[in-house]
């Protein structure tokens, strides 16, 4: 026996197949798309003798095992049940459709959805996950959509399309949602433990929750009242697709799933209320709606919707007989409404409408398609002798055997036979109105009888009607019994198949039913005129509108949040940190640690006033925008000096160095932007951002000062122990940037790299907004280059560049290293540019400063990669020591070429962007200064 | 000293948020600088202030935490980066539309601007 896995698997390699047969004949296109459900139906039946005989299979391999899934399969006799209905259906449906599609319709593509869904279908009814099977759960839905809007020309087609994939989409994330709190409370996914923790799941107090969002899952998917409205638009889908899925198989998907966690989740009042009035609803409305449809296939639809409650509320009886009743109506529902959706389509096809007030007396034309469909007409009615009647009858006896409602309990049978009544009365109409009753009316097309192997499908499924209504103890008892017994996780009771059980109840029911409906058939004429003068509710317009309101008070929601003010953006974002870190503050009571504070002395003072000082006259003054950057740049160098008076020298010439560059680079930036900020601002608003602002910077100042007094427990001993012996170096804020580290900060260049690139396009064919005059109205000076500046500034050049390759040099074991070295050069190399001129500088220097931080970018990356020769992981280090005569024992160490990556590309960003925009000003100005 | 910083800390803050807040761009991006060295002296203090010392070894001195300084390190690097980036954001939306303010309109004078 091939493994499981490849039911599922030869069904979604039959996509594939479908697909490359464009180029093929119709047949071959058809015989093509067979071959694999019928590989897959084989291995199906290698299994049926061991699942028939109580053996349950589980193959299951792993998905994402830290998150606990498994991909994982399960063929016990309910999924076995199901799995012949799919591909043994699913076959029949691709034979017929080979007939059905007109030379127009693009067959490959049809069965390639169609096989598409068979796939999602399987992976249902044969998925041990739960989460897998609601992945399947969601692929029918999906590929259900593709297959009602396959005539996409029509737009009831995608009306209809679009309508069952809202409704069975937001059914299947209720789904989802009920299945992560069954996953929560057994804590796994995996059926077998789910359905062995039905106590647990029914103890929970998750339990009402779990029970609805399932619920409702399985609700919209099985069309059930009040969600059925989708199915009878759903029909506008070619009919194969109908008989297919909108009968046999995906509106038994939410049947499927109440079966399959029949053991986990029944049992309780709550379900018998939910399921069994939700069901009862279902089947009345089915009923009476289909009665009084025209339109053939909408009387099949309605007639769906009302088997399938009544499905539902036999689960819903908390009755082991009542499960064994459903899973014989599932079997017998399947086999008489495919072949009647099938015989629907042949007269379609045939005559050219549906609509039953046209199609008479078609029994003279063809004589056999309409005894096909009178037989599986009268099994749905339940007539004796057929199928239908053998499962209605277990109904009524069910309806009979439960006093849930107490003294209300006798509503159950009357109702169930109303329903009764009227499923033999449209069933009547169905044989009559279109097969007797006169003559046709203005046909578009003359009718006769559909190609021969059009047929084979209907006459196989008639067949089963028949075979199964004569001799069930020989057809179906097996696998009936076996379906039962895994779909209860127990043995099932006592039960008998046979058509004869002597005179009772329910074949009194089962009499005034056939009774009533034929007298309500005869009496149809009023009952029309009755059902006449109600308003016709057009489903479609209500959920139309139903979504127009929805998407129009989302656009007006989003409108009013999403303005397109970045600034009111800005401040709602500060605003929502401001109250999500002032809440927990004030449950801050111990803000003051028990580290000794350390002692203030007066040049600190000093320096605070000055920093202060600073910070104000930049908040006061920033609409002054160059006095307000100079105020700026004063606190950036009172932060270096904190830096170097709190034992980070690292730091301090970073961010001396960093300093320059911004400073350089916002005055550039003010030679293209206003020079003073306009007035806009009102005072309320000014007065609400100081607030907002202080309020923040108080919660900020009580986090540091907490943090600071509170004493520390960090990571910093490992590095400081390993920094020699495993980086080689003594430095260890540079050993920990090279080396232990070394991949963070080979992102971090790689960043710098991407910035300085990203703002060379954004400077390229940038439209040039050109002052040529300051705030005063003052032309921009057009002296040439200071002498002094450009004499001094060239014979510091070598020096500079000398301390830079000192600072890189002694960057492993004292401060210093790639980043501030990157810096120093990029310093004095701007310094050239400002004394000198870009042209000058353009003359003198080949550097490419794009191809600076690509090769920066290579070493660092080729380094890291160079590990991989000797067999250790990205970036490894190796270092050791050599002595040269003349030079003495030094170091070398593969970290230092990684340090002269981060060196090239911290040049090449900087000079990128600052020599870029300092072009720009230089091109910028007026013509006279050249 | 520690009130020192965290005064510091706290009033750079307010200083950045308050400009961050402004609607043209060259405060913004003088906020953000702002705001940058607040933030990158929150994550040094987080080391907890050490005076006379270094993180080298062998030194002599005392040892501070190393690990917020290679933090901070990187930080003040890339923080120049991102500090050019809006720049020229900032000088291209004016070139592109006409104004520096970074709505990408001037707010109407009537007032539903705060």
């Known amino acids: ?930 | 000293m520690e009130l020192l910083i965290s005064l510091i800390i706290g009033l750079l803050t307010a200083v950045g948020v308050f400009l961050v807040l402004r609607g043209r761009t060259f405060p913004i991006v003088l906020g953000l600088t702002v705001l940058s060295y607040a933030v990158n002296l929150f994550i040094f203090s987080a080391g907890r202030l050490v005076m006379d010392g270094a993180a080298v070894l062998n030194s002599g001195l005392a040892t501070p935490d190393p690990v917020p300084q290679a933090l901070v390190l990187t930080a003040i690097v890339i923080g120049f980066a991102m500090t050019a980036f809006a720049v020229i954001l900032a000088i291209r939306a004016r070139a592109d539309l006409g104004n520096d303010h970074v709505d990408g309109r001037l707010p109407e004078q009537s007032g539903e601007q705060k």
Not at chain 1, 82 to 87: G, P, Q, R
Not at chain 1, 527 to 536: A, C, D
């Open chain 1, 1 to 930: 026996m091939l493994n499981l896995f490849w039911i599922p698997l030869l069904t979604l390699i039959g996509v594939f197949v479908s697909l490359s047969t464009s180029k093929v004949s119709r047949t071959a296109c058809a015989y093509a798309t067979a071959a694999l459900p019928a590989a897959a139906l084989a291995i199906v039946i290698s299994y049926a003798p061991s699942v028939l005989n109580g053996e349950s299979f589980v193959e299951r391999f792993e998905w994402i095992p830290a998150a606990g899934l498994e991909v994982a399969f399960r063929l016990d006799g309910f999924a076995l049940l199901f799995t012949l209905l799919i591909l043994g259906i699913g076959l029949l449906v691709i034979l017929y459709a080979r007939y059905y599609l007109s030379e127009q319709d693009n067959m490959p593509r049809f069965y390639a959805m169609l096989i598409l869904f068979m796939t999602a279908m399987l992976g249902i009814v044969l998925s041990e996950n739960l989460i897998q099977l609601w992945l399947f759960w969601e692929l029918t839905s999906i590929s259900s959509f593709l297959l009602i809007s396959f005539w996409n020309h029509k737009s009831e087609a995608r009306k209809g399309a679009r309508m069952a994939l809202t409704i069975t989409g937001m059914g299947g994330l209720a789904l989802f949602a009920g299945i992560l709190l069954i996953g929560q409370v057994v804590g796994s996914y995996n059926l077998t433990d789910v359905l062995a923790q039905g106590d647990l799941i029914r103890g929970s107090e998750l339990y009402p929750y779990i029970l609805v969002l399932v619920l409702l899952g399985a609700f919209t998917k099985s069309a059930q009242f009040p969600f059925h409205f989708w199915l009878p638009h759903a029909m506008a889908a070619p009919t194969p697709v109908s008989a297919y899925l909108h009968s046999a198989t995906m509106v038994k998907a939410g049947i499927f799933l109440m079966a399959r966690l029949y053991p986990a989740l029944a049992g309780t009042d709550m379900w018998f209320l939910l399921v069994t009035l939700t069901g009862l609803a279902t089947l009345l409305v089915g009923a009476y709606m289909a009665l009084f449809k025209h339109d053939l296939k909408g009387l099949l639809a309605y007639s769906t919707i009302s088997h399938l409650g009544l499905i539902t509320l036999l689960l819903g009886l908390n009755s082991k007989l009542a499960a064994v009743a459903a899973t014989f109506h599932i079997i017998n529902h399947a086999t008489f409404k495919a072949s009647l959706f099938m015989a629907a389509g042949i007269i379609d096809h045939e005559t050219g409408t549906r609509d039953m007030r046209k199609l008479s007396g078609l029994w003279r034309y063809m004589p056999h398609t309409a005894m096909l469909a009178m037989v599986a007409a009268l099994a749905m009615a339940g007539v004796p002798l057929l199928n239908g009647f053998l499962s209605k009858e277990m109904f009524f006896a069910e309806t009979l055997h439960q006093g849930s409602l107490g003294a209300l309990s006798w509503i159950l049978p009357v109702l169930a036979t109303v329903a009764g009544i009227f499923s033999v009365a449209y069933s009547l109409r169905f044989i009559h109105d279109v097969f007797f009753n006169g003559e046709p009316v203005n046909l578009p097309k003359t009718p006769h009888e559909p190609p021969r192997y059009m047929k084979i499908p209907v006459e196989i499924l008639v067949a089963l009607c028949f075979v199964v209504g004569i001799a069930p103890g020989l057809v179906v008892a097996g696998i009936l019994h076996s379906a039962a017994t895994s779909l209860l996780q127990s043995d099932t009771p006592y039960y008998s198949l046979a058509i004869w059980h002597g005179f009772n109840f329910p074949l009194l029911m089962s009499f005034i039913a056939l009774l009533g409906g034929i007298l309500v058939y005869a009496t149809r004429k009023q009952l029309f005129e009755f059902q006449s003068q109600f308003p016709e509710r057009d489903a479609k317009a209500i959920f139309d509108q139903n979504i127009k309101r929805i998407v129009d008070s989302a656009t007006r929601i989003y409108g009013t949040i999403e303005n397109g003010s970045l600034q009111r953006y800005t401040m709602l974002f500060i605003l929502s940190v401001a109250l999500f870190t002032t809440v927990p503050m004030t449950k801050l009571i111990d803000y003051e640690g028990a580290r000794p504070l350390l002692p203030v002395d007066g040049i600190s003072i000093v320096a605070t006033i000055i920093l202060v000082v600073s910070a104000l006259v930049t908040l006061i003054w920033h609409r002054k925008r160059m006095i307000a950057l100079i105020a700026v740049s004063v606190v950036g160098l009172i932060v270096s000096l904190i830096f170097a008076r709190f034992s980070a020298p690292d730091l301090a010439l970073t961010q001396l160095s960093v300093e320059v560059v911004t400073v350089i680079l916002l005055m550039l930036a003010l030679f293209f932007l206003p020079q003073v900020t306009a007035k806009a601002a009102k005072p309320s608003s000014v007065v609400r951002d100081l607030g907002l602002a202080t309020l923040i910077g108080g919660v900020m100042a009580t986090i540091s000062y907490a943090m600071m007094t509170h004493p520390q427990t960090s990571i910093a001993d490992f590095f400081i122990a390993n920094s020699k012996t495993g980086g080689g170096g003594t430095n260890v804020v540079n050993v920990i940037l090279v080396d232990f580290r070394g991949f963070d900060t080979f992102g971090e260049i790689t960043v710098l790299g991407i910035a300085g690139l990203g703002i060379y396009k954004l400077i390229a064919r940038m439209k040039l907004f050109m002052p040529s005059a300051d705030l005063n109205g003052i032309p921009w000076s057009n002296d040439h280059h200071p002498m002094m500046l450009a004499t001094v500034s060239r014979a510091l050049l070598p020096l500079a560049l000398l301390v830079s390759a000192y600072i890189f040099l002694r960057g492993h074991n004292l401060p210093g290293g790639g980043f501030i070295a990157g810096l120093v050069t990029a310093v004095a190399l701007i310094l050239q540019y400002i004394a000198n001129g870009v042209d000058f500088m353009r003359e003198r220097s080949r550097l490419n400063y794009q191809w600076l931080i690509s090769v920066g970018l290579i070493i660092a990356g080729m380094t890291g990669m160079g590990s991989w020769l000797f067999g250790y992981p990205f970036l490894s280090s190796w270092f050791d020591y050599f002595s040269l005569p003349g030079v003495g024992k030094f170091e070398l160490a593969s970290a230092m070429v990684f340090d002269l990556g981060v060196y090239l590309t911290v040049i090449g960003s900087t000079l990128l962007i600052l020599g870029n925009l300092g072009a720009l000003t230089t091109h910028a100005r007026p013509e006279e200064s050249k």
